[in-house]
């Protein structure tokens, strides 16, 4: 048992005046042995009389203990470079509390601290605490809120610290170094020009790694969804994740990735990723490790998402069935992060992943964040790359512990491990490793670090290896041989080089469509229509079903009426249906039929504009209920309402986690107002719109944002529809397929956000879906529809024709996307024209080419084709639609909006009705 938990019991049976102390339960892991804990005994608690006798002065040791646990971080030998030297802080001091180094502390101590005399004096306790709290391994845990988790930690650390790896593990871990270092040294020979980022400086990081899944493994823990940025992947991919050399050697030579009959335009060497099966003695683990933009921590939002998404796709958690209710998210799963110190201190979204990481539908119960703490940024000093004093201070915001681990001290990280997980699988909370190496080279290998970092880069030069001093410490001691070290690089080596001897023959693969993306096509290169309708007396029950509570339920007064009793009567009438619920019965007609659905954002349940209200709040009690996750019984299909906090990037991240991952869910993400998506435009630039053409990876999100000018100012007009239009890959002069990358819609009907939210689910590909979402159409009388127009048979239509007209009257055609057909229409009807035909594009891209022009057929007289749009003549739509209708129609269109501005829209609102008129007045003059 461990001294200083012996100590500890003591102590604080004094601070309680003697009273009896409750043990905290021990993690129930440790009984089984896999995180190398010992239980604690009853007989720790006892507290000797001559301790009692002395209260005084063993208060005062019971304070200095207390310090070293709260301060002994900042005495740590914890920097492998040492380029800063620890200072004891004034709490660590002895005299500060009146002690001396005799003072006789203890009674009792024959066969705990092996001293062979019955008492300890105060020095022989700091030796303990020095060699406990101030070695190569340290931690940060007395800023944690809770008393439990405070004991918990100060238990489990003490305890491993007193506990020694087997000669097996030695011996694996020198070998697991060994391999990465030799794959390093092998890359740097084979291909002498090319970055690949190695591990040289963290091979110890490799030890956690495979430490890691083998714990997950033994635990039961089915899934490790992980991330990692560039330095270090190709050894993680490589020596643990069984990804094949060769294929990594054809990227180094310049080849795909992919193969040829796959389409992908790849992505680069330190983005690749993996999906592997791993086997530790008789326990299986998948481990999944995400492909990663260069856009550093963006990532792991993605690796969140994916990782509750796995949990709903298994049926794990609180997305469990009734009797497995006990089931916690991260049961089954693990959300593994890897990170830079630089960027864990500098990048919001990790702030906001931080803060979003307990909060109710984006749970993972909770993530390992390893920081590989190089101590350098490119080439920015440590001390300038965050205002804290430790990279990992973030965290503490959250009250996440931090263990803190000196990269030279293979044996140590490996405790880090074990202890992290250990505290993770106790608690279901974050925790934080901040493990502290250095970088061998440069940022990259081609690199020369000496121009601005001469004195760090003067004491890694002459250093020798990690491995190699690990290898030869347990060689020295009579571990093993050197002949079982030196066997496992020699056949490694061998391996690399069969596998770089096939580069010309190996035909690469593709893992893109496996388990539970089986049985899904990549887009086809032309459009499908897709019978997305539903019988109306399914519609009926699934629209009642939507407002329907228990009976002792107190629905607000105003919502009853507003909101139940109008749906019921427009389920009756089967007419007049609104935009929300027209999202009602295309969400709970997905329930019925076994699809999930989850919508997230800032107060999404109710809506921004006041006008969803899918979760309804008890009057009373203020509890929530969703009426459509209670359809029928035996309901297996959910809908996830989660009211995310106020970030974009983290939360978009996440939905677009949860679609790769889950092609069975609706995932919906809808910002409070349109351009409100710009504080996640890292997430739309890298994964939303390029992740499938990088990594194969299909995504079905939807993005809802709310588009429309109504004199609300700059900030709460436009969706910046311009900018997902050239972010598209939609062809200016041929016609687009399905293959494109990125769906964007501008309905102006019910109905036909009703077919888009179906078409998501029932086609057998998936792709990312952007929506114009609307505003003043919610309750905008002309903009209902029936029950008929979403009955069987019936689709969305891209491009809805003008039949209210007579086609060969007709002089000019109107042509507009969205919310400014009403205004149009509107003008048309106060003017009383009769010549003029208003032609709606409710999709953009993929560019309908055909249905536009099947549709300016049939007006065989019309001389003048205007476009006619809202937003200025730089913004919107105009600069997509122009060149396609010159080059694919042959169509010579006029301009009618907003000329050109800096900002989106006005802020005057007599210059916004001033605007309004011009633009009314173009369409029709």
Not at 251 to 272: A, I, T, W, Y
Not at 412 to 422: G, H, Q, Y
Not at 473 to 480: K, N
């Amino acid at each position: 048992m461990s001294a200083l938990l012996c100590l500890k019991s003591r102590y604080s049976a004094l601070l309680r005046c003697g009273r009896a102390v409750t043990s905290v339960q021990q993690n129930y892991h440790a009984d089984q042995g896999i995180y190398g804990f010992k239980p604690r005994q009853s007989s720790d608690f006892t507290v000797s009389e001559n301790v009692l006798n002395n209260r005084s002065k063993n208060s005062n040791l019971v304070r200095l203990v207390q310090a070293y646990r709260k301060h002994g971080h900042q005495k740590a030998s914890t920097d492998p470079l040492g380029l800063k030297q620890p200072a004891a802080p004034l709490e660590l001091d002895p005299s500060w509390y009146g002690l001396s180094a005799t003072d006789s502390s203890v009674h009792n101590l024959q066969g705990i601290l092996s001293t062979g005399h019955n008492e300890a004096n105060t020095a022989q306790v700091i030796d303990l605490l020095e060699n406990t709290y101030c070695g190569a391994m340290a931690t940060e845990f007395q800023h944690i809120s809770s008393l439990e988790a405070r004991e918990w930690f100060a238990e489990n650390f003490e305890s491993i610290q007193q506990q020694s790896l087997t000669q097996g593990e030695q011996i694996h871990l020198a070998q697991v170094m060994l391999k990465s270092q030799a794959f390093d040294i092998f890359l740097a020979n084979k291909f002498p020009t090319v970055k690949r980022y190695g591990g040289e400086g963290a091979e110890s990081a490799l030890g956690f790694y495979d430490e890691l899944f083998r714990l997950a493994a033994a635990d039961g823990i089915s899934d490790v969804i992980m991330c990692i940025a560039h330095r270090g992947r190709l050894n993680l991919l490589t020596c643990l994740l069984q990804y094949p050399p060769v294929e990594m050697f054809r990227k180094m030579k310049g080849k795909r990735e992919f193969p040829d009959d796959v389409v992908g335009n790849g992505d680069v060497l330190s983005h690749l990723f993996a999906s592997v099966d791993l086997q530790y003695d008789e326990n299986n683990v998948h481990v999944t490790m995400s492909p990663c933009p260069s856009h550093l921590e963006s990532v792991n939002a993605v690796c969140a998402g994916k990782t509750r998404a796995r949990a709903q796709y298994k049926r794990t958690g609180d997305y469990a069935p009734a009797e497995q209710t006990d089931a916690r998210v991260g049961d089954d799963q693990l959300c593994f992060q890897i990170h830079g110190d630089a960027a864990f201190s500098g990048q919001g979204i990790v702030m906001e992943l931080l803060a979003m990481a307990e909060v109710p539908h984006y749970s993972v119960g909770g993530t390992i964040h390893l920081i590989v703490n190089n101590q350098i940024g490119f080439t920015t000093p440590n001390e300038r790359a965050k205002s804290s004093e430790n990279a990992s201070d973030i965290g503490k915001m959250t009250d996440t512990p931090v263990i803190r681990v000196n990269g030279d001290h293979p044996e140590e990280v490996i405790k880090a491990c074990k202890l992290a997980l250990a505290y993770r699988q106790k608690f279901r909370k974050d925790v934080i490793v901040d493990y502290i190496c250095f970088r061998r080279w440069g940022h990259n290998e081609m690199d020369d670090p000496s121009f601005t970092n001469p004195i760090m880069y003067k004491a890694i030069k002459n250093r020798q290896s990690i491995p190699d001093l690990y290898a030869k410490q347990l060689i020295d001691s009579g571990v093993c041989q050197e002949e079982e070290l030196t066997n496992v690089v020699k056949e490694w080596n061998a391996e690399l080089s069969s596998h770089l001897t096939q580069i010309e023959s190996y035909v690469p693969k593709a893992y893109h469509l496996e388990r539970q993306w089986s049985g899904y096509i990549q887009a086809p290169q032309h459009i499908s229509r897709w019978d997305t309708g539903v019988p109306a007396d399914i519609l009926r029950y699934v629209g009642a079903k939507s407002v329907s509570t228990p009976e002792d339920f107190p629905t607000h007064p105003h919502l009853v009426k507003t909101h139940v009793d109008r749906r019921l009567q427009k389920m009756q009438t089967g007419s007049d249906l609104d935009w929300a619920t027209a999202e009602a019965l295309a969400m709970g007609s997905l329930l019925y039929q076994g699809y999930n659905v989850r919508i997230s954002g800032q107060d999404v349940g109710r809506g921004t504009f006041s006008h969803r209200h899918c979760m309804l709040v008890d009057s009373e009690t203020g509890h929530a209920y969703i009426p459509l996750n209670n359809l029928k019984d035996s309901q297996e299909a959910f809908l996830e309402v989660g009211n995310s906090i106020l970030s974009e990037e983290a939360v978009l991240g996440f939905e677009y986690g949860f679609s790769i991952d889950n092609p069975k869910v609706l995932a919906i993400w809808e910002a409070q107002f349109g351009d409100f998506f710009n504080g996640a435009q890292i997430m739309i630039d890298t994964l939303v719109s390029g992740g499938e053409t990088k990594w194969l990876t299909q995504s079905g999100l939807v993005m809802l944002l709310p588009h429309g000018y109504d004199g609300a100012g700059p900030e709460h007009t436009t969706c910046r529809i311009e900018r997902f239009l050239q972010l598209t890959d939609s062809s200016e002069t041929s016609v687009d397929g399905e293959n494109i990358n990125l769906q964007f819609a501008n309905p102006t009907t019910p109905a036909q956000y009703f077919h888009l939210l179906r078409r998501q689910m029932l086609r057998n590909f998936r792709k990312p879906l952007v929506i114009a979402a609307p505003k003043v159409m919610l309750r905008h009388p002309s903009c209902v529809s029936s029950l008929a127009d979403m009955a069987p048979g019936s689709t969305f239509e891209p491009v809805i024709s003008d039949l209210s007209v007579d086609a060969g009257s007709v002089k000019k055609v109107l042509l507009v996307s969205g919310k400014h057909y009403f205004a149009l229409m509107n003008e048309r009807e106060t003017r009383g024209l009769k010549d003029t035909a208003i032609v709606r594009l409710e999709a953009l891209c993929p560019f309908p080419a055909a249905e536009i022009q099947s549709a300016l057929s049939k007006f065989t007289n019309a001389q003048e084709f205007v476009w006619s749009q809202e937003e200025h003549r730089n913004q919107g739509a105009w600069s997509f639609v122009n060149p396609r209708f010159e080059n694919i129609l042959g169509v010579k269109l006029q301009y009618a909006g907003r000329d050109v501005a800096p900002t989106p829209a006005t802020g005057v609102g007599e210059i916004h009705q001033l605007e309004v008129k011009q633009i009314l007045d173009a369409a029709f003059l």
